[in-house]
């Protein structure tokens, strides 16, 4: 239980410090509105002593309530693949770059947004492993989001997104620092999903939309960003594999 519990002091020191970048980067990357819808979009960056609190018990309290729960060979596996089809803010990585990685989660995770019958968010990744040719990043927490009838960008769509980070791990691309991974993978035929349960098997097949789309954040990114300098970078792109590979019981 010590253990469980120093994990949980831990995250939240790493958790809560990367909040208000987190905001300034959510603005740049979110298609869907998924964080910010419009009503909360007009909330001060400051962040109160109570709130604070606050998101230090909701960050700690999975961990100690859940304890092992994270070991590897629980949680559900996925395995993703695609390509770079765009660079910004960054010359050294180019398009065609290999895409790959896997993640997993939890599929008991509770939707901490109920109240919204057409979007629903899980804190429910365990681990990301993502690499953008030779070069490697993990994370160590995440949200998936799902939408289902939504109309965010236009037009009635299922959704499926994934953001893990900050902190994103590994190395800086052309003196950017890696701070986010995110997918925006959208059905346009709104057919994929009947609600916005987290899917214990998610498919590429099922999304037509995975790629970057002009005007918006779809398909997959990794994101840079220069604390000292403001300076971003988004490496985008394709999903052209997205597919279960393991699940609790296998």
């Not at 208000?20 to 009503?39: A, G, I, K, S, T």
């Not at 997993?104 to 901490?112: E, G, I, L, V």
Request: net charge negative.
């Amino acid at each position: 239980m010590f253990y469980v519990i120093l994990f949980a002091v831990v995250r939240a020191v790493v958790f809560l410090p990367g909040l208000w970048v987190r905001r300034v980067m959510q603005r740049y990357h979110d298609p869907f509105c998924v964080f910010h819808p419009p009503e909360r979009q007009a909330m001060p960056a400051t962040m109160t002593p109570s709130r604070s609190v606050f998101l230090f018990f909701l960050c700690c309290a999975p961990s100690i309530a859940l304890g092992a729960a994270d070991s590897p060979d629980q949680g559900i596996q996925v395995r993703f693949s695609g390509e770079v089809v765009a660079a910004e803010g960054v010359s050294s990585v180019p398009v065609g770059t290999a895409v790959s990685g896997q993640y997993r989660f939890d599929p008991t995770a509770q939707d901490f947004n109920p109240a919204d019958s057409a979007l629903g968010l899980y804190e429910a990744v365990l681990e990301l492993e993502l690499s953008v040719g030779d070069t490697e990043y993990r994370a160590e927490t995440g949200t998936i989001g799902v939408l289902n009838d939504s109309a965010r960008f236009g037009g009635k769509v299922d959704a499926y997104t994934l953001t893990c980070g900050p902190p994103l791990i590994g190395p800086a691309i052309d003196g950017l620092p890696p701070f986010q991974m995110d997918m925006n993978l959208a059905d346009t035929t709104a057919s994929l999903f009947d609600g916005v349960d987290l899917p214990a098997n998610i498919d590429a097949a099922g999304l037509d939309i995975r790629a970057p789309t002009r005007g918006l954040q779809t398909g997959g990114h990794l994101l840079l960003r220069d604390s000292a300098s403001g300076e971003i970078g988004d490496v985008a792109f394709r999903v052209e594999t997205l597919e279960v590979i393991q699940t609790p019981d296998q």
